[in-house]
């Protein structure tokens, strides 16, 4: 495994693209084949997502932390400051913490893809040594 001197993309690419939701290896939107899934590889430049779908299935408890930390947490607090009832809490918790992880999933998703591949920036099709596309 060489590292390559002079990567044609940098990390700073890859965390605006990654920010954006757009594959961090040809920068186009193709990630996505739905809502709550990525595509086996980006429709734009061909880029494989499926050989690190181990990785990727950690968003699902992200999410579930992350509606603790944003939503729970504060619905909680609403909640022994008297500013919500219990039962008004517990409907907002519920509710507002599932709606919140449907809405970040896509978001995560992309967000795990960018996170892979600043761990591995090499790793990408466009930083390989040679050029041009690799069959397979
Ligand atoms: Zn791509």
Do not use: Q
């Not at 890859?14 to 739905?34: E, F, K, Q, T």
């Not at 409907?91 to 896509?106: D, E, H």
């Amino acid at each position: 495994m060489e590292s390559n001197p002079n990567p044609k993309v940098t990390r700073a690419d890859i965390m605006m693209r990654g920010a954006l939701c757009r594959c961090p290896n040809c920068g186009r939107r193709g990630l996505l084949a739905s809502w709550f899934r990525l595509n086996k590889a980006c429709v734009s430049c061909g880029m494989d997502l499926a050989k690190s779908a181990g990785f990727y299935s950690g968003t699902t408890s992200i999410g579930y932390v992350a509606a603790i930390i944003c939503v729970i947490i504060p619905v909680c607090l609403l909640v022994v400051f008297k500013v919500l009832s219990v039962g008004t809490g517990i409907i907002l918790g519920i509710f507002g913490s599932f709606g919140f992880i449907v809405l970040i999933y896509p978001v995560m998703l992309c967000w795990m893809v960018m996170v892979y591949h600043l761990a591995l920036p090499d790793d990408l099709p466009a930083n390989a040594p040679n050029d041009g596309p690799r069959a397979g």
